[in-house]
């Protein structure tokens, strides 16, 4: 996690966002959005997905056939038959 984000008020979020957007691009830094003082939004640097990366709970799943096996007649679904 990051240091500790910088709080602006929503007012000054409308009117700098650009501003605000940029330094988020450039330093990664990291700002929470508030209204009437109470927390709104945090506005924080996007994170890419890295697609190639095996997905913890899915790479779990064992198939333990071959799907471009043909099936026997008698293997099908009646309903499919």
Do not use: Q, Y
């Not at 927390?39 to 056939?65: E, F, G, M, Q």
């Not at 026997?72 to 499919?80: G, H, Q």
């Amino acid at each position: 996690m990051s240091a500790a984000m910088k709080t602006v008020s929503a007012r000054m979020a409308k009117t700098n966002i650009f501003s605000l957007l940029t330094t988020v691009e450039s330093t990664g830094e990291t700002f929470v959005i508030c209204r009437n003082g109470e927390p709104v939004a945090d506005l924080v640097p996007h994170k890419k997905v890295n697609r190639l990366k095996r997905h913890p709970v899915l790479s779990k799943i064992k198939i333990n056939c071959d799907p471009t096996e043909l099936l026997a007649e008698d293997k099908w679904p009646k309903a499919s038959r």
